[in-house]
């Protein structure tokens, strides 16, 4: 009498471009995440500086700021203040200028943490990869005109801003509009690899 022994199927070996992809995808996650630490610290640095301190070393003019870090600070250039003279109003409307336009760069480098934690964990092809590029992108076009209601909220204020129109947004423009073409190409990719995975 013959006796059958049910054998488990067999577990396919990960292809070696995949085996690199998310070797290489772990280190790039890191970065991602350690940069998204170090902006939020400069932001929320920023923000409390900008709201809080009223010393000479953090000064302000139309379209910059500088923060004095050597043992004595030089006299003000011309064109420049110190943030600690300036109106509540006007701190206020620049704290929120700072964060409309780094808030839209750190949900960037968050989203590209993301989408290397999909890629380390081997997924590739996949919606979840076409929605964090979306999504990569829609911050890029947010992050296009941020610097234009950040003019408009400080010169609303009060304050003389005429460091809106940036080259960099332009750059972020064209990529988000690209890349907005890419998340949909990408998720025509997962539906079609999706299909094609369920043929055996």
């Not at 004095?68 to 701190?91: A, E, H, Q």
Request: with cysteine.
């Amino acid at each position: 009498m013959a006796t059958i022994v049910e054998l488990p199927p067999p577990v396919p070996a990960e292809a070696a471009s995949l085996t690199r992809i998310r070797g290489l995808s772990r280190p790039l996650e890191w970065l991602f995440a350690a940069l998204f630490v170090i902006g939020a610290v400069i932001l929320a640095t920023a923000v409390v500086g900008v709201l809080a301190y009223d010393g000479p070393r953090l000064q302000v003019r139309p379209g910059g700021m500088q923060i004095m870090l050597g043992r004595d600070v030089p006299p003000l250039p011309p064109g420049w203040t110190t943030v600690g003279v300036l109106p509540f109003t006007r701190k206020l409307a620049l704290a929120c200028s700072a964060a409309l336009m780094i808030g839209p760069a750190l949900a960037v480098l968050w989203e590209l943490r993301r989408l290397f934690g999909l890629y380390h964990a081997g997924i590739v092809l996949a919606a979840e990869n076409a929605r964090c590029i979306g999504r990569i992108a829609l911050w890029l076009l947010a992050y296009a005109v941020a610097p234009t209601l950040g003019h408009i909220l400080v010169s609303a204020s009060g304050f003389d801003d005429d460091g809106w129109l940036r080259l960099d947004s332009a750059k972020a423009l064209c990529l988000g509009l690209v890349l907005l073409v890419i998340a949909r190409v990408m998720q025509l990719g997962a539906e079609v690899h999706d299909d094609a995975s369920r043929f055996v």
